[in-house]
């Protein structure tokens, strides 16, 4: 019987496991979740085909590893998968993991990577510590598997060393891996490859300004189908607010904010540091901070509740259209299309028809109608809002076409499933996966 492949994406308050069928492409036989682990009640969610189950659960699970198990364990035992009857059937287990520092490609998970990634939760420990903790598991529990780590920050390797570095001494950044990695770069990849094939032209000839808009929010900007830049940067924090993220703020705000900001935070633990800073700015601040609600549905409305609840959508409308202003210009106006992903922006035709309308002197507009139905249907991956029958505008750079406006359902399980397509392929050549380039970066060796 073929081995199956295990794709698991954690975060701090649900795990998402998702068992494929190696084939070419992946075939995916069922997914489950568990999610609710810092507000509950903790929800399971179990997906086979036509089978769909949805309860509250009973069990004391209170961390990503506890719910990781209860996962497994649902496969092992209540699944109904006939592929999957023992550990011993998962073949590769694929992470998803947010901060992979300068990891220019997958890695199987071998002393080395381990290392590495272990020093990278003290820059990411919001980020990476639960990631951790479950591949822990994973090379305990499951052996037999190849572990593998697929992360966020590897498709923004391609952003210039101006856009990546900050102004700060060199040897301090070197030192301590300062730069700007961005984030949600699975989502990216998947929309760019999207829109590459919805426009029927090549991914090197693709130039996008795309937005993952969710309870984490983020831009990017994609020239030739190189990444350029994104709005986030050294940690997810940066760049646009999100649910409970500030997004770019002064940075000594922190400071007059409280004067415990260097102090460890309370959820804190002995195996992860958080500064009362970071805890203020990710998960004290954004939109909840104002309204008191993480649901921007509630947020988004013609008849806002409250003035507060207004002006958190006119903050986020705005750091939005300063972002597609900016990467519009690093494109040199050259733009096939402006992208809205995420749950936010393919669900909210407000926040598109706001955005857009924001920023109609850089050529986009958008059909009314259109717009208002949303995504075309749940297994359309494009769909095309834009205003049809307008005149190009080219804004003086020659390039004589107007950009389309898309929204964009992304997949970052499809791509994971991508991704294990190419290294079922390779066989024994996976160990080439396995080192970082931290020094190139900075320009010295290790």
């Known amino acids: 019987m073929a081995r199956v492949i295990l794709s698991i994406n954690a975060g701090?308050?649900?795990?998402?496991?998702?068992?494929?069928?190696?084939?070419?492409?992946?075939v995916k036989l069922a997914s489950a979740q568990v999610a609710g682990l810092t507000a509950p009640?903790?929800?399971?969610?179990?997906?086979?085909?036509?089978n769909k189950q949805k309860k509250e659960i009973q069990d004391e699970i209170s961390t990503p590893q506890e719910a990781f198990r209860y996962l497994l364990d649902h496969f092992l035992k209540h699944s109904e998968l006939e592929e999957v009857t023992g550990k011993d059937d998962f073949e590769y287990l694929c992470h998803r993991v947010v901060h992979g520092g300068d990891f220019e490609e997958e890695a199987v998970i071998t002393e080395d990577s381990y290392r590495y990634l272990?020093?990278?939760?003290?820059l990411a420990p919001l980020h990476n510590?639960?990631?951790?903790?479950?591949?822990?598991?994973?090379?305990?529990?499951?052996?037999?598997?190849?572990?593998?780590?697929y992360f966020d920050t590897t498709f923004h390797q391609s952003m210039p060393d101006y856009v990546k570095i900050y102004p700060i001494k060199p040897e301090k950044a070197r030192e301590n891996w300062l730069r700007k990695y961005g984030f949600h770069g699975t989502s990216y990849s998947f929309i760019v490859r999207s829109v590459a094939e919805f426009l029927k032209q090549p991914i090197e000839s693709t130039n996008v300004v795309a937005l993952h808009l969710g309870s984490g929010a983020s831009a990017c900007a994609?020239?030739?189908?190189?990444?350029?830049?994104?709005?986030?940067?050294?940690?997810?924090?940066?760049?646009?607010?999100?649910?409970?993220?500030s997004g770019d703020i002064d940075p000594s705000l922190v400071f007059h904010y409280t004067s415990g900001a260097g102090k460890l935070s309370p959820e804190s633990t002995k195996d992860m540091h958080i500064s009362t800073a970071e805890c203020i700015l990710n998960k004290q601040s954004g939109w909840k901070s104002m309204t008191g609600t993480?649901?921007?549905?509630?947020?988004?409305?013609?008849?806002?509740?409250?003035?507060?609840?207004?002006?958190?959508f006119e903050i986020?409308?705005?750091?939005?259209?300063?972002?597609?202003?900016?990467y519009v210009v690093k494109l040199d106006g050259r733009v096939d299309a402006l992208v809205f992903a995420g749950g936010i922006g393919e669900k909210s035709s407000l926040l598109r028809e706001r955005v857009v309308e924001k920023c109609r002197c850089l050529g986009f507009a958008i059909d009314p109608d259109v717009n208002g139905k949303g995504v075309a249907g749940e297994r359309v991956t494009v769909t095309d809002i834009s205003e049809k029958g307008a005149a190009a505008r080219s804004m003086g750079t020659g390039w004589g076409k107007q950009p389309r406006v898309l929204i964009c359902q992304t997949d970052e399980e499809v791509s994971k499933g991508?991704?294990?397509?190419?290294i079922s392929s390779q066989g024994p050549s996976l160990s080439r996966l396995a080192s970082p380039t931290m020094g190139n970066v900075f320009g010295r060796n290790n």
């Not at 701090?12 to 992946?26: A, C, F, I």
């Not at 272990?118 to 003290?122: N, S």
């Not at 479950?134 to 499951?142: M, P, Q």
């Not at 991508?418 to 190419?422: E, S």
């Open 12 to 26: 701090s308050s649900s795990v998402k496991v998702t068992v494929y069928k190696p084939e070419k492409p992946p």
């Open 41 to 50: 009640p903790r929800i399971f969610e179990y997906s086979k085909g036509s």
């Open 118 to 122: 272990q020093a990278l939760k003290e």
């Open 129 to 149: 510590t639960s990631s951790l903790e479950i591949i822990d598991t994973c090379l305990r529990e499951i052996p037999k598997a190849k572990t593998v780590a």
């Open 222 to 245: 994609v020239q030739n189908g190189k990444w350029i830049d994104t709005s986030m940067g050294l940690t997810p924090l940066s760049g646009l607010p999100g649910a409970t993220r």
């Open 294 to 312: 993480t649901d921007f549905s509630q947020i988004a409305t013609k008849t806002p509740e409250t003035d507060q609840h207004r002006l958190a």
């Open 316 to 326: 986020f409308i705005d750091r939005i259209a300063g972002f597609i202003g900016n």
């Open 418 to 422: 991508d991704f294990m397509q190419f």
